[in-house]
């Protein structure tokens, strides 16, 4: 079965350096999303790549979907207290409305 | 809007013992899931439901079944609790219209089993 590898698994960052979460998928995918979750809390969406080498930004995040649609990273720069978490990719295939989620990385902000 | 809902919060089971976990979104959803979450293992799929009157099983579905009720709701039951089933467990769900769909999660419902 489809399979998403995530690492690291465990990040700590003094505040103000950045931050990188890598995603590799066993199959090509229709798109990936990520999540943030927050100590005892639940999985929100951040966002959703679709297209091949695609680019997203969101203010201090940067998320890539690679040329072959099998690999993604999210990257933070300038990390503050605020980002604490997990943070998962999921990937999606074809139409069978699953997805498969990496396993996350936690990070950990030293203030 | 409630979004997606679930009871309860926590409980605590005695290994055998039986339980249902509830779920419901306002959303008119079709897609429902039910997600497990353990400490270095991610999010895991249980047992989903594209639409009503479907269900499929995910990745980890031993030890669980599910119904999805109607629109608004998908519950898991646990026959036998044991021990390995003590895990964060999530409702989720999305439109079901298409791919690419964002997941709105529920709250979770924290579960242990002595």
């Given amino acids: 079965g489809q399979q998403v590898m995530q690492i690291p698994q465990y990040q700590h960052?003094?505040?103000?350096?950045?931050?990188?979460?890598?995603?590799?998928?066993?199959?090509?995918?229709?798109?990936?999303?990520?999540?943030?979750?927050?100590?005892?809390?639940h999985p929100v969406f951040l966002i959703q790549l679709v297209k091949s080498g695609e680019v997203k930004k969101q203010k201090r995040l940067t998320f890539q979907f690679g040329e072959?649609?099998?690999?993604?990273?999210?990257?933070?720069?300038?990390?503050?207290?605020?980002?604490?978490?997990t943070y998962f990719?999921?990937?999606?295939?074809?139409?069978?409305?699953?997805?498969?989620?990496g396993i996350g990385t936690k990070l950990q902000v030293i203030p | 809007?409630?979004?997606?809902?679930?009871?309860?919060?926590?409980q605590v089971l005695k290994t055998g013992q039986s339980m249902t976990l509830q779920c419901a979104q306002d959303m008119n959803h079709n897609?429902?899931?039910?997600?497990?979450?353990d400490p270095g293992m991610g999010l895991?799929?249980?047992?989903?439901?594209?639409?009503?009157?479907?269900?499929?099983?995910?990745?980890?579905?031993?030890?669980?079944?599910?119904?999805?009720?109607?629109?608004?709701?998908?519950?898991?039951?646990?026959?036998?609790?044991?021990?390995?089933?003590t895990s964060v467990y999530f409702c989720a769900s999305r439109t079901g219209q298409g791919v690419g769909e964002t997941q709105y999660f529920g709250p979770g419902t924290r579960l242990l089993v002595l």
């Fill in chain 1, 89 to 101: 990719c999921a990937g999606e295939t074809g139409g069978y409305q699953k997805v498969t989620f």
């Fill in chain 1, 13 to 41: 960052v003094q505040e103000g350096e950045d931050f990188t979460t890598y995603c590799n998928s066993s199959t090509t995918l229709s798109n990936i999303q990520w999540y943030k979750q927050r100590p005892g809390g």
């Fill in chain 2, 31 to 37: 897609s429902m899931y039910w997600y497990r979450q």
């Fill in chain 1, 68 to 85: 072959a649609k099998k690999n993604s990273s999210l990257h933070i720069t300038a990390t503050q207290t605020t980002d604490v978490g």
């Fill in chain 2, 1 to 10: 809007n409630a979004g997606v809902t679930q009871t309860p919060k926590f």
């Fill in chain 2, 44 to 85: 895991r799929l249980i047992y989903y439901s594209a639409s009503e009157g479907t269900t499929d099983k995910g990745e980890v579905p031993n030890g669980y079944n599910v119904s999805r009720l109607n629109k608004r709701e998908f519950s898991l039951r646990l026959e036998s609790a044991a021990p390995s089933q």
